[in-house]
């Protein structure tokens, strides 16, 4: 069954955000509260939103300075489990960026066949990691793009755009691409890095006069930069969190710059502990609200010219309020040591090391050490929900 909200965009909260935060989105001059209230979890129970949502806020001043003029974007974040792949849909346009894993393609395909669509007119892969590459191939073959764009590659889809003719090009911040109606700034990759997620394709998006930040997995160094070219736009309506969640995306500091409203983590069940505490703690600090696909299923936004939002959620329509780790969906993770740990908090006792992209902790001799080797305290790591390493089966 499916559960709907409506909610009213507002200028977005600005909180925690530098001067330049000022010159807004804003369609409707009362902005919501920083902290989105909890008038969205009173949703009607049906799909089909009443007439009269729950939106008291009439719009009484219409300080449109945009015209609101165009056709509705529509955005799904579509549930493929453990990864990514979202549809964006701008009148007769649509583009798909990321084709989650292997098995993907019916969900995916099923999403395009809601939204009455019969042909892609883009593809972005984001980078070519099994969790975003591995279905795009049957959809491609399907689907039929005329144009990739790529970060650093396109995986395990490229022999099947090569197939369908599609022509492949390498998207650069600077760029602007068209998608429809829309218009998509290019944020990541500059030069690459030569890691796949810090290379991850990052797009700033428009719609109705709201950004939305399509991140892949960034990460680091590039990570870092989008969030200081961002901030020097209006807040962020959604993020669509890096990397599943992962405690080395989505710092403090790419919040404070970018402010978003609204998050939305692509993540199913997987033994890396995604999404994170750490990562839930940052965005709840943000004041930022949480949707995960594994919670709330696929998740469909429908976004007026004006800037009126309506949210579809397959599953649940709540969001998550808790750092816990999620024991949800078949979500493993036994419920461990689930205190914020907002920090790094030392504490002392025995050392174990992690590395900058891994998921486990390990002894200081492991071989996964070879290229980077970051001391943490067994404590901490446990915390973080690192995993032992099996091959140096460190103290536990
Ligand atoms: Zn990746
Ligand atoms: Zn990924």
Redesign the pocket.
């Known amino acids: 069954m499916l559960a709907a909200i409506v909610v009213l965009g507002g200028a977005g909260c600005g909180s925690g955000r530098g001067s330049a935060a000022a010159g807004g989105a804003a369609s409707v001059s009362t902005a919501d509260t920083a902290t989105p209230t909890p008038r969205a979890t009173k949703k009607p129970k049906h799909a089909t939103p009443k007439p009269k949502p729950k939106v008291t806020k009439k719009p009484a001043v219409k300080p449109t300075k945009r015209p609101a003029a165009g056709p509705a974007t529509t955005i799904v974040f579509v549930n493929v489990g453990q990864?990514?792949s979202e549809i964006i849909k701008s009148g007769s346009w649509t583009g798909l960026i990321d084709g989650g894993p292997a098995g993907s393609e019916g969900v995916i395909e099923s999403a395009l066949g809601r939204l009455g669509v019969s042909r892609l007119n883009a593809v972005v892969v984001t980078h070519p990691?099994a969790?975003?590459t591995g279905g795009l191939s049957g959809v491609v073959y399907d689907y039929r793009p005329k144009l990739a764009y790529v970060g650093e590659g396109a995986g395990s889809a490229a022999s099947a755009l090569r197939g369908v003719g599609a022509h492949i090009i390498r998207a650069r911040r600077g760029m602007t691409l068209r998608f429809g109606a829309l218009r998509a700034k290019v944020l990541s990759p500059g030069p690459l890095s030569g890691d796949p997620n810090e290379d991850s394709v990052v797009l700033l998006v428009d719609a109705g006069g709201k950004e939305f930040l399509f991140t892949g997995?960034s990460t680091g160094a590039n990570e870092a930069l989008v969030g200081s070219i961002t901030a020097r736009g209006p807040p962020l309506y959604l993020l669509k969190v890096a990397?599943?969640g992962s405690s080395y995306s989505t710092s403090s500091s790419f919040l404070a710059e970018t402010s978003p409203k609204f998050a939305i983590i692509s993540v199913g069940h997987n033994s890396y502990g995604h999404p994170t505490p750490e990562t839930i703690s940052r965005l709840r600090a943000a004041g930022t609200r949480i949707y995960t696909t594994q919670k709330n299923g696929t998740i469909t936004l429908t976004v007026s010219p004006s800037g009126l939002v309506s949210w579809r959620f397959a599953r649940s329509s709540k969001p998550v309020t808790s750092a816990r780790r999620s024991s949800s969906a078949g979500g493993g993770g036994g419920g461990s040591s689930t205190s914020s740990a907002t920090s790094g908090s030392s504490g002392g006792g025995t050392i174990v090391y992690i590395t900058a992209t891994g998921e486990c902790y390990h002894r200081a001799g492991c071989r996964y050490l070879s290229h980077s080797k970051i001391p943490i305290s067994l404590k901490a790591a446990k915390a973080q929900g690192y995993r032992p390493c099996s091959v140096c089966d460190p103290p536990r």
Request: glycine share 12%; aromatic share 0%.
């Open positions: 990864g990514d990691h969790d975003h997995d990397h599943h």
